[in-house]
């Protein structure tokens, strides 16, 4: 087929940027991965991605300067916020259930270039993610060691060369060892995520139990100092911990029945880490008056007011099976990535290679680049871009649902795409907005009239679309919807461009980057060798119809 694609009239390639896959039936039947995974497994890779070191650091800072004891509703308010995109991630789960999550259901929503793009950013959480997270366990074995008297030397640590170059042998060989890790398949990795997760929780709710013995309530009588102002501020801070259930999307191709156990393992996640959340703020603020809880080690620093200097221990034991958990989850999510675009053409297809039932390839290739990440470069400022990353592909997600909705719809599509067009365009502005207006009156006045235009298109978009929606899609009945469309989506999207907007400049330079060296990817190779779903005989009609048009413009008889 790849012998077609060579020089090409604007309509082809505006046909080949814009193709789109299909979703079918058959899709849960056709996998090259083993359908192994259980609703159970799911829950706890989701779980292990989301609760990272978030839960050991960002309730320090969030509680002291922004929300105070009522950090715990600021979970809530992110648990719910993460529940929106859930859902809509669990019903293109359920439509789409293959390896890729937002770069698949983007492609069958927008087409190719856009779900290359949608793909392309997800590398870039993935990526920058785990090197971040194995810098960051590296810190934390260098903490344990101190704590029992060894200090390991310099070139073990973290050697630096100049800024951006820093060689830090203990975060290489994490990403090494998760990789070997994740050579045993797709069950051994299961087995293993299960253990270190286990170890992280049990760590867990020794904070919670054993903490609550030194709780005082004395604590919570001053519960939001800052006001609501500092509990949404506060929510705003702590919501990059909930990062990570869209990972479990990822492993689609992978679940005995994805259509029920892809939402329950997305969402399940969610509710248990929003749970674990929301028990640790409300212990670790009733252990210590909120203005001396420690802003870097909040948890140990807690246990040492009440003389308990052994639970450091317990504390880092837990930081470690945390992180190890995130980088495991992460970095299988990165390989299964790179094994749906190399499988779809727009990656060179030798990373797409199968070995005993593994994708043996992407997983190389994926551990090597975490390697060199996590190994050689200094991160820290490049830490950010996950959750640029990650937030794109969220509001992408959501995307999907909207515009396939009014596919499945019986309505005139044209006249529905206008109104959805405007619904997201007063979304974002409603975003930015809030984001950037300074004082709450002059945000009052930006946003009356982008609520009134919501209402009414909303109000729209019930009376046309919502009741002549079916619950099927063809004769394939669909396992998962999100109710409420569309103010389910349109919240998520404001809600992730409110959060895409807080982050700092250096952040969009480098986020834009990356798409635009994606952009040169895919023109200089995915473009030429990706592999449609589109009939071959339809492609070759177009060009015809060409070759056609050019003959009658010579045709002067």
Known sequence: A???????????????????????????????????????????????????????????VASRELAGPALCISYFVDGLACILSALCYSEMAARVPKAGSAYSYSYVAFGEILAFLTGWALLLEYSFGVATVARGFSGYVITLFAGSGVILPTWVTSYQLNDFFDINLLAGLAVILISAALMAGTEGSAIVNHLITSIALLCILFVICYGSVFVDTENYSDFAPYGFPGIFQGAAVVFFAFLGFDNVANLGEEAQNPGRDLPIGIIGSIAISTCFYIAVS??????????????????????????VQWAQIVISVGSLAALASTMLVLLLAQSRMVFALSRDG???????????????????????????????????????LTSAGALF???????????????????????????????????????????????IAVSIVLLLPVLAVFGLTCRHYFYYIHPATPSHIGTEVMPFRVPFVPVVPLLAIFINIYLFASLGSFTYIGFFSWLAIGLLVYFCYGFHYAIGDEDIDAYERLKAEDEEEKLKRWDWS
């Not at 077609?4 to 090259?32: H, P």
Request: neutral net charge.
């Open 282 to 307: 409300l212990i670790v603020n009733g252990m210590v008056p909120y203005y001396e809880i420690d802003l870097n080690a909040p948890l140990s620093a807690a246990f040492g007011v009440h003389g």
């Open 393 to 439: 592909a969220f509001t992408m997600v959501s995307l999907c649902v909207l515009f396939l909705r009014i596919e499945d719809s019986n309505q005139e599509k044209k006249q529905v795409s206008i109104y959805v067009a405007i619904l997201i365009v007063f979304t974002a502005a409603l975003g930015l907005a809030v984001q950037f207006s300074a004082h």
């Open 346 to 384: 727009l990656l060179p297809v030798f990373l797409s290679q199968m070995w005993h039932g593994k994708p043996f390839m992407s997983l190389v290739a994926s551990g090597l680049f975490c390697f060199i990440l996590g190994f050689f470069l200094n991160i820290d400022r490049l830490a950010e």
């Open 2 to 60: 790849n012998k077609m694609y060579g020089a090409c009239s604007l309509r082809e390639f505006v046909y080949r940027i814009t193709r789109r896959k299909t979703s079918g039936a058959n899709q849960e039947e056709s996998s090259d991965l083993q359908r192994v995974l259980t609703w159970k497994d799911l829950i706890m890779f989701g779980v292990g991605a989301i609760i990272g070191a978030g839960i050991f650091v960002l309730t320090g």
